[in-house]
């Protein structure tokens, strides 16, 4: 099993910056395909990047493609979310997710395959 803490979250103007991490427990965090997710209040948790294994392969959902940047390091058990260009529709709870994965290329969009998530950070974009 993997446990997985956010942080980074907070406050900050459209057009502003803010790098997310999320650290994992446990000695076998290369063997987990990661993902970002997002809930606003009232609406569903919905998929914003995710990541291969090995870091070879990234997604981004549409709506934050050129301003979101998903990395992570494995010597350091600990993926990131780089978020530029903020927009107030951005605001959000962002939760990290660890799924097993097989295929080290291979990066999961799908929500219903991750089984570990962290408690989330939030992010509150003003305009």
């Known amino acids: 099993q993997v446990q997985l803490v956010e942080s980074g979250g907070g406050l900050v103007q459209a057009g502003g910056s803010l790098r997310l991490s999320c650290a994992a427990s446990?000695?076998?965090?290369?063997?987990?395909?990661m993902g970002w997710f997002r809930q606003a209040p009232g609406k569903e948790r919905d998929f914003v990047a995710a990541?291969?294994?090995?870091?070879?392969?990234?997604d981004y959902a549409d709506s934050v493609k050129g301003r979101f940047t998903i990395s992570r390091d494995n010597a350091k058990n600990t993926v990131y979310l780089q978020m530029n260009s903020l927009k107030p529709e951005d605001t959000a709870v962002y939760y990290c997710?660890?799924?097993?994965?097989?295929?080290?290329?291979?990066?999961?969009?799908?929500?219903?395959?991750?089984?570990?998530w962290g408690q989330g950070t939030q992010v509150t974009v003003s305009s």
């Open positions: 446990g000695r076998t965090f290369s063997s987990y395909a």
């Open positions: 997710a660890a799924r097993t994965s097989l295929i080290g290329s291979a990066y999961y969009t799908d929500i219903r395959g991750y089984a570990y």
């Open positions: 990541i291969s294994r090995g870091s070879g392969s990234t």
